[in-house]
């Protein structure tokens, strides 16, 4: 509890920079809960199989795509904002 607390003053009461303030830290609360529960949204997840895809294209192809991508099919959002790569705006309409 409290009374691992140690504080050590000066003669005229006051704390200085040199002197020490220790605590017994294994008193203080819990942070990350038992290791019992660890993993437990993982396992209870329905495995879902990796589907096949299209492989991406590579060099010169890759930076073409990311360039089209970016500047010239630009998406905008509410108030003609551009709305970022993972945004579903686009696909609310």
């Known amino acids: 509890g409290r009374d691992d ?7 005229s009461g ?6 020490q ?3 017994n830290f294994t008193t203080m609360g819990k ?14 997840t329905p495995k879902v199989e ?7 294209p590579r060099g010169r192809a890759k930076k073409r795509m990311q360039y089209n ?7 905008t959002g509410m108030g ?3 709305v970022g790569p993972n945004s579903n705006a686009d696909k609310m309409k």
């Open 50 to 56: 990796a589907q096949e895809k299209k492989k991406q």
């Open 80 to 82: 003609g904002k551009r």
């Open 69 to 75: 991508r970016r500047y010239v099919n630009v998406v």
């Open 21 to 23: 303030v220790s605590t």
């Open 31 to 44: 942070v990350h809960g038992s290791l019992a529960r660890a993993g437990k949204v993982k396992g209870q």
């Open 5 to 11: 607390l140690v504080v050590l003053c000066s003669s």
């Open 14 to 19: 006051t704390i200085s920079a040199s002197q």
